[in-house]
C-alpha cells in the first residue's frame, strides 16, 4: 500500500509541479506576506469577536454582522494571538530544534487565563505529566479541541514553502494540549500557509493543507467533504453549512463525547472539524474577498473570532501587505505590545523573519543574493510526510511521562 502510495505522490508531484527542485521568494516578499498573514489574523479576530459563542448551531443573521471599523485591528489582548507568540518566543530563544519538553515547560509557565485543551494541557504540563502525554486523550477530555488550530498560525507564516517544518512544529507545540485531529487541524491550517507564500488559489492551497495530514484522519474526510460540498453547491454556502451541521456537528461518529459531544441548534461545540469546516466555507465561498471571506466564516457561528481569524491569515497572506486594502492597515499601532508577551508588531515580525532565514537553512535552502544587493530565499521542493494517524476516540496507549526534577524547577507555577 506504501509503494503504491509513493509512485500516486510522485506521479502528483510531476503534474503539479512539483518536481521543480527549487522555490525563490525574495526576502522582501516573505517579509511582505508574512505581515499581512499577521494582520489577517488579527482583523479576523477583533472583526468576529462580538459574535464569538452567541451564535451555535445556527447562521448569523447578515444584519447582526458587526460593522469594521479600521481600529478594529488593534488586537493586542486576544488569547488567538498572544498564545502562539509564547511558542515564537520558545523557538526564538532556543531555535527551531528545541524539545517539546523545553515547549511544555515554556507553557506551564504562561500566566494567562486559559480554557478547554489550552487550559488542561497546561495543568498537566503544571503537575509534571510531560508532552506528549500532557494532550493525550487519558490525561485530558479536550484533545480533539480547536486549540492548537486556532495557534498553529506562527508555524505557516516562518515556514514559507517548508511544509514539513510546520508539521515537526506541531507535533512540538501541537501535542502540548492536542492529539490526532486536535494536532491535524493545526497541521492543515498551516500547511495552506505555507502554501499561500506562493498560490493565489484557494483549492491548490487547501490541497496543500491536506497533503499535511494523515488522509484516513476524520478531519482529511471533513476538509474533502467540504471541497466537494462547495462544489455541488458552488453559490450556496449555507447549503455546505447544514451539510455541515448533519454531520460533523449533530453525528456521534464525527462530534466525539470527549469535550462538547453531538449537538444541533444553540448547542456549544469547539470541536476542531467542525470549526476546521467553517475556516473552509469562509475560503472558498469568499472566493479571495476580504470582507467575505471573513464575513462568511464568522456568520457560520461557534468560535466566530478564531475561525475567520485563521482564514484571514491565509488569505492576506496570499494578498501582501502592500496590497492589502488600506481600511485593515490605515489605523495598525506598531508600539503597543501583545498581552504577555515583548512583541509589538514590528518585533514580532523581525522574529518571525529570522525564524525563517533558519527554516531555510534546516531545509537544506540557502539565500541568494542577487547583483543588486536583494536577497532570495530558495527553498527546495519536498513532499510533505504526514504525522502517524491517531484518534482521540479509540486512542492508543500512553504512559504517563514525567518532567526530571530538574525540569520541574523551571516550572515556577504550579497546579
Keep these: 500500500m506504501r509503494t503504491l502510495l509513493t509512485v500516486i505522490v510522485l506521479t502528483t508531484m510531476v503534474t503539479t509541479g512539483w518536481a521543480e527542485p527549487t522555490r525563490r521568494l525574495s526576502l522582501d516578499q516573505y517579509v511582505d506576506r508574512m505581515q499581512a498573514g499577521w494582520i489577517g489574523q488579527m482583523v479576523g479576530v477583533g472583526w468576529g469577536f462580538p459574535t464569538e459563542f452567541k451564535f451555535n448551531g445556527r447562521i448569523i443573521p447578515a444584519d447582526q454582522m458587526p460593522k469594521w ?22 523557538l526564538e530563544q532556543h531555535g527551531l530544534d528545541c524539545s517539546t519538553r523545553q515547549a511544555g515547560i515554556d507553557l506551564a509557565n504562561s500566566r494567562y487565563e486559559l480554557w478547554h485543551a489550552n487550559k488542561f494541557g497546561r495543568q498537566n504540563l503544571r503537575r509534571g505529566i510531560a508532552p506528549p502525554a500532557s494532550g493525550h486523550p487519558r490525561f485530558t477530555q479536550h484533545s480533539d479541541d480547536i486549540d492548537y488550530q486556532i495557534e498553529s498560525d506562527y508555524s505557516g507564516l516562518i515556514a514559507p514553502g517548508m511544509p514539513q517544518v510546520a508539521i515537526e512544529l506541531g507535533e512540538k507545540f501541537g501535542r502540548l494540549m492536542n492529539y490526532g485531529d486536535g494536532v491535524y487541524g493545526g497541521q492543515f491550517v498551516a500547511g495552506m500557509y505555507c502554501e499561500a507564500f506562493f498560490e493565489q488559489d484557494i483549492h491548490r492551497i487547501i490541497e496543500a493543507g491536506l497533503a499535511c495530514i494523515p488522509a484516513e484522519s476524520q478531519y482529511a474526510e471533513m476538509v474533502r467533504d467540504i471541497v466537494a460540498w462547495h462544489q455541488q453547491y458552488p453559490d450556496d454556502w449555507q447549503a455546505t453549512w447544514r451539510r455541515v451541521e448533519a454531520k460533523y456537528h449533530n453525528h456521534p461518529d464525527y462530534t466525539h463525547g470527549l469535550c462538547c459531544g453531538p449537538g444541533g441548534v444553540d448547542h456549544f461545540s469547539i470541536d476542531v472539524k467542525l470549526n476546521g469546516a467553517y475556516i473552509l466555507i469562509g475560503l472558498l465561498y469568499g472566493d479571495r474577498d476580504p470582507d467575505q471571506t471573513v464575513i462568511i466564516a464568522t456568520r457560520c457561528g461557534q468560535d466566530s473570532d478564531c475561525n475567520p481569524s485563521n482564514a484571514a491569515g491565509i488569505l492576506f497572506t496570499t494578498i501582501g501587505y502592500q496590497k492589502l486594502p488600506e481600511r485593515f492597515v490605515s489605523a495598525l499601532d506598531r508600539q503597543t505590545k501583545f498581552a504577555h508577551t515583548k512583541y509589538n508588531f514590528p518585533k514580532l515580525c523581525e522574529v518571525c523573519e529570522a525564524l525563517a532565514l533558519q527554516a531555510v537553512e534546516r531545509s537544506d535552502g540557502h539565500v541568494e543574493v542577487t547583483d543588486d544587493g536583494s536577497r532570495v530565499l530558495v527553498i527546495p521542493r519536498r513532499p510533505p510526510t504526514p504525522s502517524q494517524l491517531m484518534a482521540s476516540s479509540a486512542a492508543g496507549p500512553m504512559e504517563e511521562m514525567q518532567f526530571t526534577p530538574e525540569e520541574m524547577a523551571q516550572i515556577e507555577v504550579t497546579e
Design 69 to 90: 471599523e479600521p481600529a478594529t485591528v488593534n488586537q493586542f489582548q486576544q488569547d488567538d494571538l498572544y498564545v502562539e507568540m509564547t511558542f515564537l518566543a520558545t
